[in-house]
C-alpha cells in the first residue's frame, strides 16, 4: 500500500522558513517524479514545485521562485520542500504527490491529474 505522509508544517511569522518532507513508502521511490502542491482556504488546488524522478530537474511556480527549494533522497525514500522568506499568502495545506514514471529521469509534472498518489496534507500558517 502506497503511503505519502508529510511533515513539518506549522505556524511560521513572515519572512521565516519552514522544511516540509514527504516521506514515501509501499512504491519504488527512484522511479517516481514528484510533487508538492497548496491549497488555501477557499481557492483551487495549486501546483508549487516538482522534481524529476532523479532529482536532476526542478520547476517552480513564479511566486516561490527563489524562495523554495524542492529537493529529494531516493536513500531515505523522502522528498522536500524548504520555504524561505515566507509570506502570508503562502498560507496553505501542502500535499505532496507521486507520479510513476517509466521511460525517463528527467521530466517534471505541473498538472495534479498526472500524480497517482498523493499525501493528506499538512498545514503551513504565515502570520504577518
Known amino acids: 500500500q502506497v503511503q505519502l505522509v508529510e511533515s513539518g508544517g506549522g505556524l511560521v511569522q513572515a519572512g521565516g522558513s519552514l522544511r516540509l518532507s514527504c516521506a514515501a513508502s509501499g512504491l519504488t521511490f527512484s522511479t517516481y517524479a514528484m510533487g508538492w502542491f497548496r491549497q488555501a482556504p477557499g481557492k483551487e488546488r495549486e501546483f508549487v514545485a516538482a522534481?524529476?524522478?532523479?532529482?536532476?530537474?526542478?520547476v517552480y511556480t513564479d511566486s516561490v521562485k527563489g524562495r523554495f527549494t524542492i529537493s529529494r533522497d531516493n536513500t531515505k525514500n523522502t522528498v522536500y520542500l524548504q520555504m524561505n522568506s515566507l509570506k502570508p499568502e503562502d498560507t496553505a495545506v501542502y500535499y505532496c504527490a507521486a507520479k510513476a514514471v517509466i521511460y525517463t529521469n528527467s521530466n517534471v509534472y505541473t498538472r495534479g491529474q498526472d500524480y497517482n498518489y498523493w499525501g493528506q496534507g499538512t498545514q503551513v500558517t504565515v502570520s504577518s
Open positions: 522534481i524529476s524522478r532523479s532529482g536532476g530537474s526542478t
